[in-house]
């Protein structure tokens, strides 16, 4: 009789209906919803969700610092946007070094817009890289992140700027340069009567008493000379150790290399801007925006900040009828006249 008993129990209990569906276990307690765990979305849905979740969270960051600490806030939008032009900027280099390899093209062949990318990245690169060197020891990326903060003009790179600090270094160094325009007047100077073309020494010396003196040379009268700028005193190679650090400071080039890397410098840079003249010269300056119009300006050694496009137009037409004209041996005659014609532009 007992064992019958313990066989009708255990019959009713398999026979016991299971929990439902919002149940688990014998006793029906609520079981937690397996949505958020489940993989009939697939991996495009998860993404999504992870996605908005992490906008979400960066939107009430964002806002909180906004209202709490704007100063912070500005940094990080300065920070976040940088990182977004960095990246695109990026991808367009990679596409340009693609098709470069693609169709067997030398950056002299080059659209003038790819070129200066090429260019402006390089020098980015170069600005940067003793920054990401530094980072390398444990725990130095925090001592990076101060000097970073301390010294912005000197360590970090043009997309992490804000356009009040884009405007002020840009003064600054304009300022530098500008400071090194008179001592390559006074060497370029010194060189007129070594110049071996006797008939070369006397107009140089004029021309150089005459932009002293705050006039604006001519195109022809630069053209007149460009002899005596092919060898020496006055080739890039040859130029005395003086004269060269201040073109080079002139030119936003580093001083502090030894003089025969630093005449090799020279001319790398300057053979550069040239090859970027030819490529102007096809484009067209009614080409160029604006801000395209002030970046070439200011790469030549003239201040645009106060010029409006239509003056930024006319130096420029006045530099590439002296570039288009010179020969890459007489590169050292584009190189100063990065002084001699923007020195006393604008001044009545």
Partial sequence: MALSRFGC????????????PGLS???GLPRPPLCCLSSRGGPGALVAAVTAAAKRVTGAYERF????????????????SGIRALVLEVK????????MSRQRLSVQQLPYREMERLRQFRRDLLKVLPVLVLAIPPFANFLVLILMYLFPRQLLIRHFWTAPQRRQFQELEDAAR???YGAVLANLELAAPALPDP??????????????????????????????FSGP????????????????????????LPLPLLRRRLRSHVLELRALDLALLRLGLEQLHPNELRAACYLRGLNPARLEPPECRAWLERWLRLSGQLAASEASLLAHSTVLLALNHGRA
Avoid at 9 to 20: C, E, I, K, V
Avoid at 92 to 99: A, G, P, S, V, Y
Avoid at 199 to 227: F, K, N
Wanted: proline share 9%; aromatic share 6%; with cysteine.
């Fill in 9 to 20: 129990r255990g019959l009713l209990w398999r026979l016991r209906p299971g929990p439902g």
């Fill in 25 to 27: 276990g014998p006793r």
């Fill in 65 to 80: 610092l906004r209202r709490r600490f704007p100063r912070a806030y500005v940094l990080h939008q300065t920070f976040a």
């Fill in 92 to 99: 367009e280099i990679r596409q340009i070094r693609q098709k």
């Fill in 178 to 180: 500008r400071g090194a």
């Fill in 199 to 228: 008939r070369l020494r006397e107009p140089l010396r004029q021309l150089c008493l005459q932009v002293q003196g705050g006039s604006q040379p001519r195109v022809s009268q630069l053209c007149d000379l460009r002899g005596g």
């Fill in 233 to 256: 005193p006055l080739a890039l190679e040859t130029l005395r150790g003086p004269h060269a650090r201040a073109l080079s400071r002139a030119l936003f080039l580093t001083p502090l």
